[in-house]
């Protein structure tokens, strides 16, 4: 059940990125999801270990999208002339 609950946290995350972050990225629904899942864990994770914020908290969801956009800025960067 906590595997599905990051898929859906990711793909609400992956989708706030991409609306920050406009363009045209190749991947799809599967690519933003995995951005998302990749970002929120990474966000959360910087946030709790700076001691910003504890688990569960409102601005774990602010870190998880800061992630996922360092997360989908990163990607452009090395797939910058890819298309699907």
Known sequence: MDLLLWIVFGLVVG???KLIMPGNDP???FLTI???VVGAMLGGWVGRMMGLYREGE????IMAVVGAV????????VMPGRRV
């Open 58 to 61: 409102p601005a774990g969801f």
């Open 70 to 77: 360092i997360i989908l800025g990163l990607y452009r960067l």
């Open 15 to 17: 989708i706030v990125a």
């Open 27 to 29: 991947g799809g629904i």
């Open 34 to 36: 995995i951005l998302g």
